[in-house]
């Protein structure tokens, strides 16, 4: 019996991530029609039918170019990065909520801290083992820049967490059938898309391919099969956070349609703040992340506390009276 439900959760995670690749591959295919439209030009639109095999069409470009690998590079280190990139933002995914539950465990919000945070390591393998100042000076800046945000974005995560009492992913579905957490926590739930656009390293926080001397960031070394993979990674971890964003404060339900609908929405929101928004300076980014979300997001964070303990106190007395 244990053999089986094995073989059963090792198939249903493969069924997923193989979803998950396919619908990277149509969010670059939104992405591209969407910032065609806002710049007034058609996006792709020859490659069949309104362009919907332009993706895959791209993808067998890119993984039957010659792979280069530079001279004075790590290569053992420079040839894993974009592997564990691609393997630690597909492996968020196995948190995902299943209605047959899968691998839905009660410490879900932990172990996406825990793997969020490791991405940044290869991020910065990336960027150390191609031997490239442009690829260093990439890394580097991405690797600031999430690391940054990460600290206040945890303490958000905790005042949303304080008003469930729970690490699971899906107590966050119970407690929103009534009201959604958008309206009880409207200043939170901003800052909370803010910090997902920084840990994705989106626009306008994209200050790894920010200036004209850092070319690409610390992807620039790479090309065929491994860039895409760290092109995958990306996107991946967009639709991820587009999830999450709906699990988290859009009250979203599994049974429904509705919720995919709420993922494509929030994915688009990411396009839509990218072709609107022109890039911030590094400093002000700094600014943000250290002097403004931080000390907001603790304040908010003593305040939910007083009120979910309040709360649970008066609770108890109503019990026990």
């Known amino acids: 019996m244990m053999f089986k439900e094995l073989m059963l959760m090792l198939i249903s995670s493969l069924i997923l991530f193989i979803c998950v690749l396919v619908g990277v591959a149509f969010l670059t295919l939104m992405e591209r029609k969407v910032l065609g439209y806002i710049h007034m030009r058609k996006g792709p639109n020859k490659v069949s039918f309104l362009g919907l095999l332009q993706p895959f069409s791209d993808a067998v470009k890119l993984f039957s170019k010659e792979q280069t690998y530079p001279l004075m590079s790590n290569l053992m280190l420079y040839m894993v990065a974009p592997v564990m990139n691609l393997f630690m933002s597909l492996l968020l995914w196995s948190m995902m909520p299943f209605v047959s539950v899968n691998l839905s465990f009660n410490l879900s919000i932990l172990f996406f801290l825990c793997v969020s945070s490791l991405g940044v390591y ?64 409207m200043p939170l739930s901003v800052m909370w898309l803010v910090s997902s656009l920084a840990e994705t390293n989106r626009s ?3 200050f790894a391919e920010g200036e004209s001397e850092l070319v690409s960031g610390f992807n620039v070394e790479y090309s065929s099969g491994d860039f895409a993979m760290i092109f995958l990674a990306e996107y991946s971890s967009i639709l991820f956070m587009s999830m999450l964003c709906s699990v988290m404060f859009l009250g979203a339900s599994l049974e429904n349609f509705i919720f995919f609908l709420k993922v494509v929405i929030m994915s688009f929101i990411w396009i839509w703040i990218r072709g609107t928004l022109p890039r911030y300076r590094y400093d002000k980014l700094m600014y943000l992340a250290w002097k403004s979300y931080l000390p907001v997001s603790l304040n908010m964070l003593m305040f939910y506390l007083s009120l979910s303990v309040n709360s649970s106190f008066v609770l108890v007395n109503k019990i026990f009276s």
């Open 204 to 206: 306008p926080f994209d």
């Open 122 to 185: 290869s991020i910065m393998l990336a960027g150390w083992s191609s031997n490239s100042n442009y690829a260093m000076l990439g890394s580097m800046r991405s690797v600031a820049q999430t690391i940054s945000y990460e600290v206040s974005m945890v303490l958000i995560l905790l005042s949303f967490l304080v008003l469930i009492w729970s690490y699971s992913v899906e107590d966050f579905i119970k407690y929103q059938e009534n009201i959604w957490f958008m309206f009880l926590m």
